[in-house]
């Protein structure tokens, strides 16, 4: 291998010319950026991601493949940030490999063109650098930075959130909406979710009480080639909107799982009440997660009105959707056309309706067992004693109980 490296980097040096080689190396011996000669200001970022072809988007040890790999490489090939270690940084929320997000938030010191009297006067930000726009030149094309914010030092995008809002789009197929609907009110308020997310006690969660503040499943956009048809349409547009304080790990995945057996008449809307209430029901059944594809982390809410938006930046961002859109539109109404054409040589005409029948990850049961007849998992108790036992947990001792000590780190604020 080393005779074939040798032979490989000498017929490189003959191919290429002298000049190129010296440029080359002058690169390499170009002197780094000086951060100590500029400002820093803490700002908050706002961008878009369509997350399929990602790993997730937290940085990983055995992949590059993901949305903060990349958010990270463009503010440094930018000279934006030192490193992100030293760049205070805080996200809103973690998405899962597959998960998109319209409204990513986070928080960090950047570099300023404006001196430090200049920022400590507070003056506009119209003299400030065109952060997304500089980042957008470097980013992927469905990475896309939409605003940035000024913020105080201490304002971290994690914790000073104060709502976020998740969107999961599916095709009405055979569901019956109206019971989806009944159902997904009963999630609304504070409760404990140990049923209905993955329970992550190996990384320190041990409190599962989160609160949703509204919960809707309606149709968004109905078929146009049945406007003229009383008959509800398969390939009608749905989505479920959660909105909440913070979440966990899978929770809306395990709450539209639920729901999609609610919606194919296999459960009663009740049921979700029943996986709510942890006295009876302490131990979760075993059931599918719904689709990573469909979900999107919409919006984040923070006290702050001063987001600069630039026109030129939104318009190319709207034209980068439309591009996509078209894409995946033409992609849809050429499968359309043949699904139509496969329809009609069915004797009789009768239409399928499985359309949504997908969203289910994992095999389907040829016989369909009630979740409360299935195998649970193992009950907080006991995961907590495990992991205890592994030394992986802490248990704060009081005179009266043990308290398990959960890890501010842990893997809060995730679908």
Request: charged share 25%.
């Amino acid at each position: 291998m080393e005779i074939h490296n040798n032979q490989l980097k000498s017929i490189i040096n003959k191919s290429v010319p002298v000049d190129c080689l010296n440029r080359n190396l002058a690169e390499k011996k170009r002197r780094k950026f000086d951060f100590t000669k500029c400002c820093k200001r803490h700002v908050l970022l706002k961008f878009l991601y369509l997350g399929w072809d990602y790993q997730g988007y937290t940085v990983q040890e055995d992949t590059i493949n993901t949305i903060e790999h990349h958010l990270f490489a463009a503010l440094t090939k930018c000279c934006l940030v030192e490193s992100r270690q030293t760049s205070n940084y805080a996200r809103c929320g973690r998405t899962d490999k597959g998960v998109s997000s319209f409204c990513q938030v986070v928080s960090l010191d950047i570099r300023s063109k404006l001196t430090q009297e200049q920022l400590s006067a507070g003056e506009g930000t119209t003299e400030e650098l065109d952060y997304p726009k500089l980042l957008n030149r470097v980013l992927p094309p469905d990475i896309r930075v939409l605003a940035w914010c000024p913020a105080p030092p201490d304002f971290s995008a994690r914790f000073n959130c104060k709502q976020r809002t998740y969107k999961y789009f599916f095709p009405r197929g055979n569901l019956d909406i109206k019971a989806m609907d009944t159902a997904v009110q009963y999630v609304v308020g504070s409760h404990d979710f140990r049923n209905l997310c993955k329970m992550d006690v190996g990384n320190g969660v041990v409190k599962y009480d989160r609160q949703i503040l509204s919960a809707r499943v309606n149709i968004i956009a109905t078929d146009s080639k049945h406007n003229n048809s009383s008959a509800s349409s398969a390939y009608d547009m749905c989505e479920l909107t959660l909105v909440g304080q913070a979440f966990l790990w899978h929770q809306v995945r395990c709450i539209m799982g639920i729901l999609l057996l609610i919606g194919q008449g296999r459960e009663s809307p009740e049921v979700m009440k029943e996986l709510l209430d942890i006295e009876n029901h302490s131990r979760k059944p075993q059931y599918q997660l719904a689709s990573h594809l469909p979900l999107n982390l919409f919006h984040c809410e923070f006290d702050c009105s001063d987001w600069v938006i630039s026109n030129e930046v939104l318009l190319d961002v709207i034209r980068g959707l439309q591009q996509e859109w078209t894409t995946c539109t033409v992609k849809s109404t050429m499968i359309r056309s043949m699904l139509q054409e496969c329809q009609s040589l069915i004797p009789g005409g009768n239409e399928m309706r499985e359309q949504s029948a997908c969203l289910l990850q994992g095999v389907q049961p040829k016989v369909y067992q009630h979740l409360f007849q299935r195998p649970t998992c193992s009950s907080l108790e006991n995961r907590i004693e495990h992991f205890v036992k592994k030394q992986r947990l802490e248990v704060l001792t009081t005179d009266k109980e043990s308290i398990p000590v959960e890890n501010q780190d842990s893997r809060d604020l995730q679908s």
